[in-house]
């Protein structure tokens, strides 16, 4: 198991940016793919972005592909969401996931540990 703590969250306008952390605890980060995913009021959650154990692969949802970067620090147990160019349809709630795994995963399913989530709400 890994706890999972995301923040950075906030209110941004429109074209403006927001970095996401998500802090892991525990010792076997370097053991998890981390995900993140977004769920708006009144909709499922989806995918966002995801990034494997070792950092080498990186898998973004068509709708943030060129405006979002998922990165990974392990000496700091920290995984990274750079979003620019954001648009009003990117405001949800935003989570961060991890799953003991050599893949890419991108399915809700997939995840076994998340964070609480952090609110970003981007202004037109």
């Known amino acids: 198991q890994v706890q999972l703590v995301e923040s950075g969250g906030g209110l941004v306008q429109a074209g403006g940016s927001l970095r996401l952390s998500c802090a892991a605890s525990?010792?076997?980060?370097?053991?998890?793919?981390m995900g993140w995913f977004r769920q708006a009021a009144g909709k499922e959650r989806e995918f966002v972005a995801t990034?494997?154990?070792?950092?080498?692969?990186?898998y973004y949802a068509d709708s943030v592909k060129g405006r979002f970067t998922v990165s990974r620090d392990s000496a700091k147990n920290t995984v990274y969401l750079q979003m620019n160019s954001l648009k009003p349809e990117d405001t949800a709630v935003y989570y961060c996931?991890?799953?003991?795994?050599?893949?890419?995963?991108?399915?809700?399913?997939?995840?076994?540990?998340w964070g609480q989530g952090t609110q970003v709400t981007v202004s037109s």
């Open positions: 996931a991890a799953q003991n795994t050599f893949g890419v995963p991108s399915t809700t399913r997939e995840y076994d540990n």
């Open positions: 990034i494997s154990r070792g950092g080498g692969i990186t």
């Open positions: 525990g010792r076997t980060f370097s053991s998890y793919a």
